[in-house]
């Protein structure tokens, strides 16, 4: 069985929020993201049948380089090089884009816009096997588990506030929801009083407390590295206080957590872009502590962001080593829409251990539908009433495709949905991005 890749088409959307979302490096009104729909023929010799298949990519990518140095013009730039490579081959699995992108010895930092083209040849190879995503990473890349699990509990992940009261007000109606992870966002002008307000909602229920600092600390700092030591007390899990390029830091942090006989995981996130850099942190913790990591694995954690790490390929290379070694790993996410949401759930329902991911349900960020499935508006993956997301069911990403009709474009390559410009439906403390505010954005960044 093989596809053969007739089409790319690469475009960006624009969504405003329901509320700003801040964290240590940026706030953000509206999200822009960049999709791939893909276009691919069919040849299934065993049926002497041929059909085409449409596949969906997603980039997480900011319009800005805040989080790292991809934005969305970038990852435009990339399709623009990559796909004359990839339009007309034929691929027999989803690998085979890797071993084209090694072959053509493009630099591999590209990370999020090979993500976009990795998530829509899983998602077109999962339709040509007539399963969902989720039951298709299982048996490609033999993943030994049997903990498929059909809802995934919802993690939130909450932005800064102007205050210790206001924070603790938005999580509490989260925990009454039943969501069973809080991530709070922290820096070193709003950590420990933020979390303890938190804290103090949470008391003794069963629910995970994480803190993100966004590589917002300086570990040569000692105000800085204090404070961590402060914060390690308070929460289950602290998610990369130090640089992206700092692992000697974060090793050194784990190895005194780990003396000091604490609980609290160090989870790395921004740090993580591959396997290696993975196994580079852990033989550093090795080293310090003269141990193997079978005995301080309880110490620490990885985030896997599918874009960060290129791809849903990379996603399980990772997952794999982690399971072996007895890792913990929490799912991220980064205000996916559709596609890259169920691409999310659809990972985090392999394995029933894994931590809760930040994998709120869309009508938390989101209005209206991008998507359609079964001639219906599909709108969005929702929270239900156990406070969980279900995974998807049908082939490949399972949520359908674009809705054409139901977006407005307003610049090149760029969109937004209809359905989000209707702003009555937000909450009326929410300061609504204007479109022309949009389009004058757009406008001063042409692709």
Known sequence: MSLCLRRIKTFRILRPLAYQFTTSFSTREFISHVLVEAFWDSSNTSKKSSSEIISYGESTTHSEPFYNGEFDQTVFSFHNRVSPHLIGKSFSSPRDLHQILDAIKFNKQNRFAIASLDIAFHDAFSQEKGVPLNRYLLSHYKYPTNNLITEVPVGISRGMKSSPEELAK??????????????????????????????????????????????????????????ILDIVSKVDLLEQPFSYDDTWGHALLTSLLNKKGLKTKICLDESIRYLKDLKNFVSQVEMILNLPVEEFSHSIAVNIKISRVGGLYEAMRIAQYCMDKNIDIMPGGMHEFDFGQSAIVSFNSINSNFYPGDSEGSETYYCGALTALDGKRFEGLKTNENGNLSVPVEPGLGVGSLIWDELLQIGPFTYISKLDLDLNRWSPDWNPVLLEKVKKDVQSQPF
Not at 182 to 209: C, F, G, H, M, W
Not at 212 to 217: F, K, V
């Open 170 to 227: 938005s999580v509490l109606e989260f925990i009454r929801a039943g969501n069973k992870k809080i991530k709070l966002k922290i820096s070193p002008d709003k950590d420990l009083e933020y979390i303890e307000a938190v804290r103090n909602i949470i008391k003794s229920q069963d629910i995970t407390l994480s803190a993100d600092a966004n590589s917002s600390y300086n570990e040569l700092d000692e105000d800085h590295f204090n404070r």
